[in-house]
């Protein structure tokens, strides 16, 4: 493994998937905290940077402890992209970039980015010399998805691509541009990936469990490991899977309470942030809907978080959902007690 990106040379590092509307710095720091190895901003758009657009330029921000982070950019236009990563490099000086050539999303397909790159080879390689030449030393890296649908897997052509563009890592998602988030990802090909190149690849897809990280370090020559869904709902994921990689002992998620500590942390520090604590906690519905999966009541928690409008309406959720479950286990606990004579 050929590698300039100093967290491969131990053990297997863990990044949080960048994800738009979810992977904004509050987050990253609480995954930070759970113990993620790498971090990446949401994506952001080169047009919008090299327009010097203010909304696109808050989505780099990011603090000293959440190092090391890279800032990933999505866009067609070469000369663009080139311009947009000097302008990240020279306004927040990211550990790395990263170019999204894996996106489905309609509206950033649609203007030729992300993995409709995958199709248009010419183009993905002139964006990623462009790139690599533009914000040399400083490492690039990418993520793709195997293909765009089940007739044009090429994920191995477009790596061997990448390495000779001068691309330090790549991240390879198991799905093709047309499965979306739909059936399952395919490991085979993240395996040849891995297998043939020099650089560095990163699995992602499917990895819900310290187990499955596991099984698939152990069937595959990956260098590292990247979760995103799973992290939504358990950002403790990432702990979990170094103790079960250590030991291979499974550490038992965080007591309710440190959980909803999690949540409330989390929404107070995002209205902070906003600047509306109306807004910001409406912002918020659809990711309390990703943390309650697991949860007792779960379905109750999902219908009350869909009408939530301040802080204090989540805390009382809170406390209302931790008296019912203790209340439940209490209750659970007697009706096991065997009768003494």
């Known amino acids: 493994m050929v590698t300039t990106l100093p967290w491969f040379s131990d053990n297997l590092p863990l990044y949080l998937a960048p994800m738009a509307g979810v992977t904004d710095k509050v987050f990253r720091q609480i995954c930070r905290g759970y113990g993620a190895d790498v971090l990446v901003t949401e994506f952001v758009s080169a047009e919008g940077v090299f327009r010097r657009n203010q909304r696109t330029r808050e989505y780099l921000d990011f603090d000293p402890c959440e190092r090391p982070l890279g800032v990933q950019l999505f866009g067609a236009e070469a000369a663009h992209m080139a ?31 992300g993995s409709a790159l995958l199709k248009d080879c010419p183009t993905l390689t002139s964006v990623a010399k462009a790139v690599v ?8 890296t990418a993520k793709i998805r195997i293909g765009w649908d ?57 990895l819900f469990s310290p187990q499955e990280v596991a099984r698939r370090r152990a069937e595959t020559k990956i260098a590292g490991v990247m979760i995103g869904r799973a992290a939504m709902s358990a950002p403790w994921i990432f702990g979990q899977i170094k103790h079960y990689l250590a030991t291979g002992e499974l550490l038992p998620p965080p007591e309710l309470s440190e959980r909803w500590n999690v949540i409330i ?34 379905k109750v928690l999902r219908e009350k978080f869909q009408h ?29 007690v065997p009768a003494t004579a």
């Open 83 to 113: 311009e947009a990563a000097k302008h990240v490099v020279d306004w927040v000086a990211p550990d790395f970039v990263d170019l999204n050539f894996g996106c489905p999303v309609n509206k950033v397909v649609a203007k030729n980015g």
């Open 150 to 206: 089940a007739d044009s897997v090429n994920a191995v052509r477009v790596a061997g691509i990448l390495e000779e563009c001068g691309i330090a890592a790549l991240a390879v998602h198991g799905r093709t541009r047309a499965q979306g988030y739909s059936g399952e990802a395919d490991w085979r090909v993240i395996g040849e990936v891995a297998q043939t190149v020099a650089i560095p690849v990163i699995g992602n897809g499917d």
């Open 265 to 298: 942390g989390h929404c107070r520090t995002h209205a902070e942030n906003w600047g509306d604590e109306e807004q910001a906690i409406r912002s918020m519905r659809a990711r309390l809907m990703a943390y309650s999966k697991n949860f007792p009541a779960a």
């Open 133 to 140: 030449q533009a914000v040399a030393p400083l490492p690039v």
């Open 308 to 336: 939530v409008a301040t802080l204090t309406d989540v805390e009382q959720i809170a406390e209302q959902h931790l008296a019912t479950t203790a209340i439940m286990s209490d209750f659970v606990g007697q009706a096991f």
